[in-house]
């Protein structure tokens, strides 16, 4: 493998064309140079330069070699950044996965913007992902952090989970239903009509905080159709197929036929997690923590949830 600096030697030779002001560039004595771009020639099997008493010119294969020599001397000083960086945990790919409901929280997307300003360098892949399986996804490494609405079971230690706080739940309803007319809207009431969900068997954690509302407010729900976004469940409120409750946030998400109403149980609401691998979390994860946590001054700090 050759020296780069070697390397480094001839290309400031070649630059110069004179030993002399090439050793004063590179703070040697004149010896030590022509002796190393020797030891170059040597290794590569062919003459850099044709030198004379008062003249030193590139050789036709020093010509051809030249730009090869400086392509390896940059492509070097680039991977030095790159390493640099890494180790700084200022470059490299992140992959935050989230349930489509956070999608529409300012707290996520300003996280994502502040961090992307902090570190532009970074690739952040975004993948959508029901909270159901964001634990899993975290674990197995598919992605590095998981932003969910479903508090892991008990016992489970594998995955750190912290409260980035709790949302509250509004009812999202058709602008013709009877209960759109009102400033407020309470559960009972709510249970008289479908209830739109996400799909049974999708793991939303959405789903399991609204049925636990139900169940401790002793109310029957009436399950409507399904939709596997938030997007699609609001075109679903619009089309007249029942109502739904979605986390406050959802109101960003206007839509002709379609009101939000505040809900009278101050005990209607929703986590906002954030996942990551309990042990061994890269200089990248810890960054965008630093990021939400800086977000977040002023609000309940971040704490593992028990």
Same mark, same amino acid.
Request: proline share 5%.
């Given at each position: 493998m ?30 030590p ?29 020093g ?8 392509? %390896? @001397? ?10 640099a960086?890494l /180790?700084?945990? =200022?470059? $490299? +790919?992140? !992959? ?40 899993t ?12 609405r ?10 750190e ?30 249970s ?11 793991g ?15 109310? %029957? @729900? ?8 938030i997007?699609?469940?609001? /075109?679903?409120? =619009?089309? $007249? +197929?029942? !109502? ?55 609000r ?7």
């Open positions: 050759l020296d780069l600096r070697k390397l480094r030697y001839f290309l400031t030779v070649a630059e110069e064309l004179h030993f002399g002001r090439a050793a004063q560039r590179l703070h040697l004595a004149q010896p140079l022509t002796r190393q771009i020797s030891a170059l020639e040597t290794e590569l099997g062919f003459r850099l330069f044709d030198r004379t008493s008062r003249t030193v010119t590139l050789t036709a294969q010509r051809h070699f030249l730009p090869y020599a400086r392509a %390896a @001397l940059e492509h070097a000083r680039l991977a030095q950044d790159i390493a960086k /180790a700084a945990g =200022a470059t $490299g +790919q992140l !992959v935050v996965g989230y349930a489509s409901s956070i999608a529409l929280s300012e707290l996520f997307s300003q996280t994502l913007q502040a961090f992307a300003q902090r570190f532009p360098e970074v690739q952040l892949t975004l993948v959508e992902s029901a909270s159901g399986s964001l634990h996804h975290v674990l197995d490494g598919r992605i590095d952090i998981g932003m969910s479903l508090l892991p079971e008990p016992g489970q230690t594998d995955v989970v912290l409260s980035l706080g709790q949302e509250p739940l509004v009812a999202a309803l058709c602008s013709d239903n009877p209960l759109a007319g009102q400033d407020e809207v309470t559960l009972a009431q709510l008289e009509f479908p209830l739109i969900l996400f799909p049974s068997d999708y939303s954690g959405l789903n399991g905080s609204i049925e636990q509302l139900y169940r401790r407010h002793g109310l %029957a @729900l009436r399950p409507g159709p399904a939709g596997r976004q997007t699609s469940i609001i /075109a679903l409120v =619009a089309a $007249g +197929q029942g !109502v739904s409750l979605v986390p406050q946030c959802t109101r960003t998400l206007a839509r002709q036929g379609v009101v939000y109403r505040p809900l009278a149980d101050p005990e209607a609401w929703v986590h906002l997690l954030i996942l990551t691998r309990a042990q061994s979390r890269s200089l990248l994860v810890e960054a965008f923590m630093g990021v939400v946590g800086e977000l977040l001054q002023g309940p700090a971040l704490a593992p949830l028990a």
